[in-house]
Structures are given as C-alpha cells and as structure tokens.
C-alpha cells in the first residue's frame, strides 16, 4: 500500500500539489513536526512497520542478534495481542517498540474520536504487554492530518516518518533501494530512517523472509564502515 501512495505522490507531482502531498509525502512538515532522522549522515534507523508476524519476527530478531543491532518496531495492536510473547521477545532484546494503530486505518480519512481510539488502544496494548511505555508512532501509509498528530502527541507519542523507502512488498532490489536511499541522504548530509516490514497489515503470516534476509546482507555490507545502526529515540530533540 506505501507503493500506492509514493506512486500517487509523485503523480499528483505539481499538478495538485499542496494538500495531497503534505499529508502523504513522508518527508512533509507542512502538517506539523515528525521525526524522520538526524543529521549525522553515518547514522542509519532500521525501522519495521505492521507486525508481530510469527512468519518473520523471531526469524529478524534473530539476524539482529546476530549482528549486535538494534531497531525500531512499529506494531499494530491486534497483532500484538494476537502474539504478546513476540512483542515481549522485541523489548526484551532492547529494540524499540512504537505505536502504528490497532487496525491500520487511513488515518487521513478518519473521524477524530477513531483515530484517537486506534492510538490509544494500541499503546495500552503494547505497553500492557511489555510494562513499558509506548513513545513513538507511526501513521499508517504514513498519512496524517493536524489532528492526527495532536492525537499522538497528546498520548505523549513522537509521530515518526521515513526518508528511505525499501519497497519491500517486492522481493527483488530491497537491499539496492535501501543502498541508493542511504547514499542520497548522505549526500544530503542526513541520516537515514529506512521503512521495513517484518509483517502485513492484512493479515499475521505475511511473508517477509525476502525483507529478513535483504536486512542481514545490508548489515553484513556496512560492517566496519562508520555507518552505525541506531533506534528513532536517537533522534530526538532535547
Ligand atoms: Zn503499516
């Protein structure tokens, strides 16, 4: 579904412009402040988006264990109640975990009592589940309206974006769409917040080997470079 919107926004282009493009557009500010990444160019966010998935999670957290590497975990609230034990198992392994709604709706098109209910609910979720507070979230498709983050903000969650996409739904050039997003940002003198998924929002058992295995041949190729692996929270203004 990101692919829709990237591909949407890039169409509208100029044409439409304004609106559109600020609510979708993942590097817009113009509907208020999100995170996206500092600017230390060497610094690179892992970030998953729409688990736990019991056909990936265990399997990613195992390859990030592997390389010493911790990353960002945007979990949908049914799934996690559907799999506590893997949610426990990301905090527990001292990766982030934020907020990305109970159901995945299009926040953009959702009356306000809603979309504070799907944020609310999910960081109860989560944090009944791991007894840790919730602190960072992640729109859906990455949509957002002013209410929408004056909703995240008033649960005392950062609302975070992206500026790499690694158009993961599709097996093939992962690792190369990561690669060209990072070398941009750094030509840009910026770090890097790459959007992954570890799950589907449709349904739990997604398959997302592909995105797993892509994941450990990024962090295999940036060993012993000075690119570090750092969670959202390092991103965070004083
Ligand atoms: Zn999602």
Same mark, same amino acid.
């Given at each position: 579904?990101?692919?829709?919107?990237?591909?949407?926004?890039?169409? #509208?282009?100029?044409?439409?412009?304004?609106?559109?493009?600020?609510?979708?557009? %993942?590097?817009?500010?113009?509907?208020?402040?999100?995170?996206?990444?500092?600017?230390?160019?060497? /610094?690179?966010?892992?970030?998953?988006?729409?688990?736990?998935?019991? $056909?990936?999670?265990?399997?990613?957290?195992?390859?990030?264990?592997?390389?010493? !590497?911790?990353?960002? =975990?945007?979990?949908?609230?049914? =799934?996690?109640?559907?799999?506590?034990?893997?949610?426990?198992?990301?905090?527990?392994?001292?990766?982030?975990?934020?907020?990305?709604?109970?159901?995945? %709706?299009?926040?953009?098109?959702? =009356? $306000?009592?809603?979309?504070?209910?799907?944020?609310?609910?999910?960081?109860?979720?989560?944090?009944?589940?791991?007894? /840790?507070?919730?602190?960072?979230?992640?729109?859906?498709?990455?949509?957002?309206?002013?209410?929408?983050?004056? $909703?995240?903000?008033?649960?005392?969650?950062?609302? !975070?974006?992206?500026?790499?996409?690694?158009?993961?739904?599709? %097996?093939?050039?992962?690792?190369?769409?990561?690669?060209?997003?990072?070398?941009?940002?750094?030509?840009?003198?910026?770090?890097?917040?790459?959007?992954?998924? &570890?799950?589907?929002?449709? $349904?739990?058992?997604?398959?997302?080997?592909? *995105?797993?295995?892509?994941?450990?041949? #990024?962090?295999?190729?940036?060993?012993?470079?000075? *690119?570090?692996?750092? *969670?959202? &929270?390092?991103?965070?203004?004083?």
């Amino acid at each position: 579904m990101i692919a829709e919107v990237a591909a949407g926004a890039a169409t #509208l282009g100029l044409a439409v412009g304004g609106f559109t493009y600020a609510s979708l557009w %993942p590097t817009s500010q113009i509907f208020g402040w999100t995170l996206i990444a500092g600017d230390d160019a060497n /610094e690179v966010a892992l970030t998953f988006d729409d688990g736990p998935n019991d $056909a990936a999670t265990l399997q990613l957290l195992e390859v990030l264990a592997r390389h010493g !590497v911790r990353a960002t =975990f945007f979990a949908m609230g049914d =799934f996690a109640r559907a799999r506590p034990e893997i949610v426990r198992q990301v905090v527990a392994e001292g990766h982030v975990l934020g907020n990305h709604t109970m159901s995945h %709706p299009r926040l953009s098109t959702q =009356f $306000a009592a809603r979309v504070r209910h799907e944020l609310a609910d999910c960081k109860a979720v989560l944090e009944d589940i791991t007894g /840790e507070a919730v602190k960072f979230f992640r729109p859906p498709f990455g949509a957002r309206r002013p209410y929408v983050l004056r $909703a995240a903000r008033e649960l005392g969650l950062t609302p !975070v974006l992206w500026n790499v996409t690694g158009y993961d739904w599709n %097996p093939i050039g992962i690792m190369d769409n990561l690669n060209k997003g990072i070398a941009r940002n750094r030509l840009r003198g910026r770090g890097s917040n790459l959007l992954l998924h &570890d799950g589907g929002h449709r $349904a739990m058992g997604a398959a997302r080997m592909d *995105t797993v295995r892509a994941v450990d041949r #990024l962090m295999d190729a940036y060993r012993g470079t000075a *690119t570090r692996f750092v *969670t959202v &929270d390092a991103w965070v203004r004083e």
